[in-house]
Antibody, heavy 121, light 107 residues
Framework: QVQLVESGGGLVKPGGSLRLPCAAS????????MTWIRQTPGKGLEWVSYISGDGTTKHYADSVMGRFTISRDNAKNSLYLQMNSLRAEDTAIYYC??????????????WGQGTLVIVSS | DIQVTQSPSSLSASVGDRVTITCRASQDIRHYLAWFQQKPGKAPKSLIYAASRLQSGVPSKFSGSGSGTEFTLTISSLQPEDFATYYC?????????FGQGTRLEIK
């Protein structure tokens, strides 16, 4: 079955960096767009970034553009989110998710369990 | 960005009840709307995509309808495991956006 497992969360100071990996299994990883979504009590669910199956197409939310970088290693069935210049408002649970196909392209059919990132001095 | 507004924000119901949650989009999103269920401490789970299509494995007690700007999620014969927070999400236009959630509580 589809499994997505995030790691790498933790406490980081404002201005710092963190890299979140997501290990995927149970499906043909390179066939799917993947995404990062974050959740906070205040702002709810917020889409962060997409990457195409071959890694050549990437999109970012305005709130993270220029600070976050999404990438993938299809040989390792892994997705990554490099987060630089972190701010307090980046504090959230970060989920990796698989993007659906055909009529579900653009929504998220499987999610990881999430990893908590806290940005605080 | 397209705004997606859910109503009500919270809802109390009893086991066995049928409930309906509404999601309104600020622009026409055709049928590109999804619904998710989230339980405390867990990731959201996909229930419905394309407004009315059930994800594999989702019981038929969940149903979705609507198109354009107004959509509904109906849950029939509520069971204890259905009490959770429900979110809608539009994916007609970039960036994808979520509603603020509807918390379904046991009365």
């Amino acid at each position: 079955q589809v499994q997505l497992v995030e790691s790498g969360g933790g406490l980081v100071k404002p201005g710092g960096s963190l890299r979140l990996p997501c290990a995927a299994s149970g499906f043909s990883f390179s066939d799917y767009y993947m995404t990062w979504i974050r959740q906070t009590p205040g702002k709810g669910l917020e889409w962060v970034s997409y990457i195409s199956g071959d890694g050549t197409t990437k999109h970012y939310a305005d709130s993270v553009m220029g600070r976050f970088t999404i990438s993938r290693d299809n040989a390792k069935n892994s997705l990554y989110l490099q987060m630089n210049s972190l701010r307090a408002e980046d504090t959230a649970i970060y989920y990796c998710a698989r993007v659906g196909s055909i009529e579900a392209a653009g929504t998220f059919d499987h999610w990881g369990q999430g990893t908590l990132v806290i940005v605080s001095s | 960005d397209i705004q997606v507004t859910q109503s009500p924000s919270s809802l109390s119901a009893s086991v066995g009840d049928r409930v309906t949650i509404t999601c309104r989009a600020s622009q026409d999103i055709r049928h590109y709307l999804a619904w998710f269920q989230q339980k405390p401490g867990k990731a959201p789970k996909s229930l419905i995509y394309a407004a009315s299509r059930l994800q594999s494995g989702v019981p038929s007690k969940f149903s979705g309808s609507g198109s354009g700007t107004e959509f509904t999620l109906t849950i029939s014969s509520l069971q204890p495991e259905d009490f959770a927070t429900y979110y809608c999400q539009q994916y007609n236009s970039y960036p994808p956006t979520f509603g603020q959630g509807t918390r379904l509580e046991i009365k």
